[in-house]
């Protein structure tokens, strides 16, 4: 997956994300989710150590809440977002502009997997034809019409389930959030699926 931030720009987000309230880390990197529709999720590797860079800084403050620690803007952070206002500006389009371009990665790994799909279904049914061949001139108008038949048929179940998984994945972002590994997800089970109907033919 290409960068989200450029340097130093998740640093200043995340400062702007505790100006807002204070904030522990998983809500932080829950916050980041939310604002990217769920294309992006960063892991505690990612956050941690800059929140720990911002402490050191002086820019923000942690307290023990339970068994959570709490981050919390300082005077000093407050400061820093305000005299960068203007690169924060940048920042916040740039954070627009990444969630444009992920939501494009989750489409196209969706139409490749379907495209790969239905490649794998064209060959199967170049097969079947090629088997039927074989078979008695009697027997070979029925089985290529009987073949045709069901690649248009197979065509039309495709496109069905890509326009409605579109619409579903459109709706979970929009919604509670689009997981990061979708796209993998959707791959490894297309793959499965592709297997087991391949394993189907003779």
């Known amino acids: ?39 992006y999720s960063p892991s505690a590797g990612t956050i941690y150590p800059r929140l720990a860079k911002l402490e050191e800084d002086g820019l923000v403050t942690k307290t023990a809440d339970g068994r959570k620690t709490v981050y919390e803007i300082t005077d000093a952070g407050r400061s820093e977002l305000l005299a960068r206002e203007g690169e924060l500006g940048r920042v916040e389009s ?25 490649a794998d279904l064209a060959s199967a049914a170049r097969q079947a034809k090629t088997t039927a061949s074989a078979a008695p001139a009697s027997t070979h108008a029925d089985a290529h019409l009987a073949s045709t038949r069901a690649l248009h048929e197979a065509d039309l179940v495709l496109n069905e389930f890509r326009h409605q998984l579109r619409a579903d994945l459109r709706t979970q972002a929009a919604g509670a959030g689009l997981p990061e590994e979708t796209v993998s997800a959707l791959r490894r089970q297309l793959d499965a699926v592709r297997a087991s109907i391949l394993a189907t033919q003779p």
């Open 1 to 39: 997956m290409t960068p989200v931030f450029s340097h130093g720009s998740l640093r200043l987000y995340l400062l702007s994300l505790l100006a807002e309230q204070p904030r522990h880390g998983y809500e932080l990197i829950q916050a980041l989710s939310d604002r990217f529709g769920g294309t």
């Open 94 to 118: 740039e954070v627009t502009e990444s969630v444009r371009r992920l939501a494009d990665e989750v489409r196209s790994g969706v139409s490749a997997a379907m495209k790969s799909l239905r």
